[in-house]
């Protein structure tokens, strides 16, 4: 296997673009993966609309007793014909019900990570698609070199994220299964309050690529993607409140007194870990 793409999902029912967002993105990976092997991983965080899968997927029990269901074979084909997701390349489909108001992004993101069969891995939202050429050939090119992989994300207003900006991202970037794993995948810690996911991780990247040297990480705009569809992991805790609480937590969790500054959290700053390709 070439590479699996985990695709983070989950449709709240009420958007009016979403799934057509959805599908973009899918389409995109199959105009593009030429000959590669390539297999795609959903890991829905309990969409409404996907309900039915409750009842016709396999249970999975994760380590905290939390049951994931999954759909494979002739059960995830038949599924994907009613439902109009004939794509080739999905060959699992991960389905963590949303019992508690709450966004687990990371527990079905850490299954789906478990589940895959390539070294290789790329991570999108389901709202990111390419608009990059030949972008699976680029990814599975720079894996062969570096250990980590972040590509460029165009906002919807058209503006590409520049290797200066000190925001983080959990979408469009490729990994080594194993380095992923050795840095302690997602924090499944982030579903308190609903947010961070993408904070966690990336701090625990930097720190995990400061500790072994000899691993390279880089920034390309040979990988683009649009963010065509943000905003749908509406968090479910009081805005002031998930603030104070995150920046709480991350500090117990990393010893890390405010995450959201460049002084005191140098992963923030790509210049510091992660080389410039674009």
Same mark, same amino acid.
């Given at each position: 296997?070439?590479?699996?793409?985990?695709?983070? *999902?989950?449709?709240?029912?009420?958007?009016?673009?979403?799934?057509?967002?959805?599908?973009?993105?899918?389409?995109?990976?199959?105009?593009?993966?030429?000959?590669?092997?390539? #297999?795609?991983?959903?890991?829905?965080?309990?969409?409404?609309?996907?309900?039915?899968?409750?009842?016709?997927?396999?249970?999975?029990?994760?380590?905290? #007793?939390?049951?994931?269901?999954?759909?494979?074979?002739?059960?995830?084909?038949?599924?994907? *014909?009613?439902?109009?997701?004939? &794509?080739?390349?999905?060959?699992?489909?991960? %389905?963590?019900?949303?019992?508690?108001?709450?966004?687990?992004?990371?527990?079905?993101? @850490?299954?789906?990570?478990?589940?895959?069969?390539?070294?290789?891995?790329? $991570?999108?939202?389901?709202? !990111? &698609? $390419?608009?990059?050429?030949?972008?699976?050939?680029?990814?599975?090119?720079?894996?062969?070199?570096?250990?980590?992989?972040?590509?460029?994300?165009?906002? !919807?207003?058209?503006?590409?994220?520049? &290797?200066? /900006? !000190?925001?983080?991202?959990?979408?469009?970037?490729?990994?080594?299964? *194993?380095?992923? #794993?050795?840095?302690?995948?997602?924090?499944?810690?982030?579903?308190?309050?609903?947010?961070?996911?993408?904070?966690?991780?990336? &701090?625990?990247?930097?720190?995990? $690529?400061? @500790?072994?040297? *000899?691993?390279?990480?880089? %920034?390309?705009?040979?990988?683009?993607?649009?963010?065509?569809? /943000?905003?749908?992991?509406?968090?479910?805790?009081?805005?002031? $409140?998930?603030?104070?609480?995150?920046?709480?937590?991350?500090?117990?969790?990393?010893?890390?007194? !405010? %995450?959201?500054?460049?002084? @005191?959290?140098?992963?923030?700053?790509?210049?510091?870990?992660?080389?410039?390709?674009?």
């Amino acid at each position: 296997m070439d590479l699996s793409i985990i695709i983070a *999902h989950y449709d709240p029912g009420n958007h009016p673009s979403c799934i057509e967002s959805f599908h973009n993105t899918i389409r995109q990976i199959e105009l593009q993966k030429g000959d590669y092997e390539i #297999e795609v991983i959903i890991a829905d965080d309990g969409s409404l609309t996907h309900q039915d899968i409750q009842s016709l997927g396999s249970p999975l029990t994760d380590s905290d #007793e939390q049951i994931i269901y999954q759909l494979k074979g002739n059960t995830l084909s038949n599924w994907k *014909h009613k439902n109009n997701f004939n &794509y080739s390349s999905i060959s699992h489909w991960l %389905y963590l019900p949303k019992i508690k108001p709450m966004m687990s992004k990371a527990r079905i993101g @850490n299954a789906a990570v478990t589940m895959a069969s390539s070294k290789n891995l790329f $991570f999108l939202d389901d709202d !990111n &698609y $390419f608009i990059s050429e030949n972008t699976i050939t680029t990814i599975i090119k720079l894996l062969k070199k570096y250990q980590l992989v972040f590509g460029q994300i165009q906002d !919807n207003n058209g503006k590409l994220r520049s &290797y200066s /900006s !000190n925001r983080v991202q959990g979408t469009t970037f490729g990994i080594v299964k *194993h380095q992923i #794993e050795e840095a302690g995948l997602f924090g499944e810690w982030t579903e308190k309050v609903s947010c961070g996911i993408d904070s966690d991780l990336w &701090y625990k990247l930097y720190q995990h $690529f400061q @500790n072994n040297t *000899h691993l390279q990480a880089c %920034y390309t705009s040979g990988i683009q993607t649009l963010d065509s569809c /943000s905003k749908r992991w509406k968090t479910h805790i009081d805005t002031f $409140f998930r603030n104070y609480a995150l920046k709480k937590r991350f500090k117990e969790i990393h010893g890390c007194n !405010n %995450y959201r500054s460049i002084n @005191n959290n140098p992963s923030r700053s790509k210049s510091n870990w992660i080389i410039d390709l674009t």
